[in-house]
């Protein structure tokens, strides 16, 4: 592996996947639409990737040894990008998420039902199964809904027939950074129980997966180098439910939390699932990738978000 483009790459953890390959030597070259520039010694192209033509003239007659794709949300998108890099690189990653695994976003017979087994392992999700995609029932849940059903899809565009090697990385929940960590969801916690405000929970909320921001950096980085295809699950060890997590918050911020009870169906703070989904990180770790502890990592991500 020599040369690598980054679609997206821009921030947090794509930011730490591009210096760490520039680190190693690697030539690496980020494609965007321009809103930032790459850090120094990085490579820029500027294109819509929605725009077949233009993305084709803004790559020239330029291959790659390895594309790694974090900003591919539907299957429009996959579709494009298969077109375009056939025969223009050796192996094509695709950043997923364990929202394509959520049981109540799955289309079809069954919809709701928990996959088995629990922790999800690649095999849970049978992509054929989930498609075409069908309306989900409840509009509270819709954006979740085309979320997770657009990354199901946008992964199967690129497994039917494929026309390079091809990998989906299907990232656990991503925290660490303080403020480069953009959604908020562990300043959510962290501000909410300084305040002694109560967190919105359901009764017996499931367990959850995690992964270090730079941990499932460097996973990718791992896997653009490596020889297997496929689903792989991105999960540090050790699961944890929303009422473990605001224990530690709490603890780390020298506090009590409050919890206040979830209706059915109603809206609850991000990380309280009613549904089981954690993921199993066996294959990862059978092909040699060494995961970090959620224990090991958490409280000093909790510190940077309450210092943000």
């Known amino acids: 592996m020599n040369t690598i483009l980054v679609i997206g790459g821009s921030r947090y953890f794509g930011k730490s996947l591009v210096t760490k390959a520039r680190d190693a030597g690697h030539e690496v070259t980020v494609l965007n639409r321009g809103s930032s520039a790459p850090p120094a010694g990085v490579g820029h192209l500027v294109a819509d990737r929605d725009d077949e033509a233009g993305l084709r003239a803004a790559l020239g007659p330029r291959g790659f040894d390895a594309v790694i794709d974090q900003v591919c949300y539907t299957p429009r998108q996959a579709a494009v990008a298969r077109r375009v890099f ?8 695709m950043t997923s998420t364990m929202e394509v695994y959520d049981p109540a976003t799955l289309p079809g017979p069954g919809q709701g039902s928990v996959p088995v087994p629990v922790p999800v392992t690649e095999d849970s999700l049978d992509l054929a199964r989930t498609l075409p995609a069908a309306r989900h029932p409840d509009h509270a849940q819709a954006h979740a809904y085309a979320y997770a059903e657009q990354k199901r899809q946008a992964e199967a565009v690129f497994l039917r027939e494929p026309a ?5 990385v299907r990232t656990a929940h991503v925290l660490g950074g303080g403020r480069e960590e953009f959604t908020g969801r562990l300043a959510h916690y962290v501000e909410r129980i300084a305040a002694g405000t109560p967190v919105d929970v359901h009764e017996a909320p499931y367990a959850t997966s995690f992964i270090h921001h730079r941990e499932i950096a460097d996973l990718l980085y791992w896997a653009a180098g ?14 944890l439910d929303v009422t473990g997590l605001c224990e530690l918050v709490a603890r780390r911020l020298g506090r009590r939390p409050r919890y206040r009870l979830i209706e059915q169906g109603a809206a609850a703070s991000p990380f309280s699932f009613d549904r089981a989904y954690a993921m199993d990180n066996g294959r990862a770790a059978a092909l040699g990738f060494r995961f970090g502890r959620v224990a090991d990592w958490l409280p000093q991500a909790i510190d940077e978000a309450a210092e943000a």
């Open 86 to 93: 056939a025969g223009r690189t050796g192996r094509y990653l």
């Open 164 to 168: 390079f090697p091809f990998v989906s």
């Open 226 to 239: 490596q020889e297997f295809t496929g689903p792989v699950n991105a999960a540090s060890h050790g699961a």
